[in-house]
């Protein structure tokens, strides 16, 4: 089906904003817009019982941001499950404060805490730092999970785009060492080692996402190709290091049409299958890449984001 009308008012105000594509800028500049933009069509922020930002120590010594939502106050005879969640934005751009309104959507509507982790960025900290904060993350608030009331038990990890892909790689992660998530919610995940799908080749600009942006965001983040080859790089097809994705919590993957990631993101599911796990897939019709993230605008976005909800709630036992 065309992109849908509401969308394609999108792309029509983005190109008369007359902004330089990311790929034109530099990473802090790229950053500095992106803050200023991502929230522009997102729903409101939804009031919650408390947030709290923490200071998580990873394991080269450093300490980085997360930002911990309530959207009731927790006891310890009822603690919360949690959604640990991963912002997108190619590894980077985006933060905490971009994915701010999604997280408390989630919190809210799927009654659970949400731990969304800022990861460090690159270029200044290259692959594989995302993928140690992230799981480094995971691993801090589930050894401290009953100081904040929170139910060890009942994890799940979630993320958009680059998020995606650290959501999945923590899953495979946590399966091994033993505090395995009971869901992982991928929107649009990239993790493929090389752009060289039909839908790359077919929505290579035009589309929001475009191959040189792409290009830009990876080579910002990994130390030399071979990084590329990496699984945690590229969970569908990395050939360095692959582990056996037997076993890995079940996903509900959502992809969108005029994605470029939309071949990737369907045939991760399917790989996912094939290892013997429960996969729900859901594409969205004609929409684009980023769209989660339009909720004010987009019936689609809202659509999805209810249908990962739906999901949360199964998996984490908050209700129908």
């Not at 034109?24 to 817009?33: G, H, S, W, Y």
């Not at 809210?108 to 949400?114: I, L, N």
């Not at 959501?167 to 946590?174: D, W």
Request: proline share 6%; charged share 25%; net charge negative.
């Amino acid at each position: 089906m065309p992109l849908t009308a509401k969308i394609a008012l999108v792309l029509d105000m983005v190109a008369r904003t007359g902004r330089a594509p990311y790929h034109e800028q530099t990473a802090q500049a790229a950053r500095a817009e992106y803050e200023k933009s991502a929230t522009v069509l997102e729903i409101p922020a939804a009031p919650m019982h408390g947030v709290e930002d923490l200071q998580v120590p990873v394991r080269d010594g450093a300490t980085i941001r997360a930002r911990l939502y309530l959207p009731v106050e927790p006891s310890w005879a009822e603690p919360l499950p949690v959604l640990v969640y991963y912002h997108g934005g190619g590894f980077t751009i985006g933060s905490i404060d971009t994915h701010d309104a999604l997280c408390r959507m989630f919190a809210r509507d799927a009654r659970c805490a949400v731990f969304s982790v800022d990861y460090r960025l690159a270029p200044e900290h290259r692959f594989p730092t995302a993928v140690y904060d992230a799981f480094d993350a995971y691993s801090w608030l589930y050894a401290h999970a009953a100081e904040y009331a929170l139910d060890a038990s009942r994890f799940a990890v979630g993320g958009d785009s680059a998020g995606g892909t650290l959501a999945t790689v923590c899953a495979v992660l946590a399966r091994d060492a033993g505090i395995a998530p009971v869901l992982q919610l991928l929107f649009y995940p990239a993790v493929s080692a090389h752009q060289q799908t039909e839908s790359h080749r077919r929505l290579a600009d035009g589309h929001l996402l475009t191959a040189p942006t792409i290009q830009w965001l990876f080579d910002h983040y990994v130390r030399d190709p071979s990084d590329r080859d990496d699984w945690r790089f590229a969970p569908l097809d990395g050939t360095r290091g692959e582990p056996d994705f037997r076993g890995v919590a079940p996903a509900w993957i959502g992809v969108a049409e005029f994605d470029p990631l939309v071949d990737e993101g369907e045939a991760y599911a399917q790989k996912l299958r094939d290892a013997g796990n429960e996969v729900t897939l859901e594409r969205f019709d004609g929409v684009i890449h980023e769209f989660i993230k339009m909720g004010a605008f987009i019936d689609e976005a809202r659509r999805a984001q209810q249908q990962a909800v739906h999901a949360l709630r199964a998996a984490l036992g908050t209700g129908d």
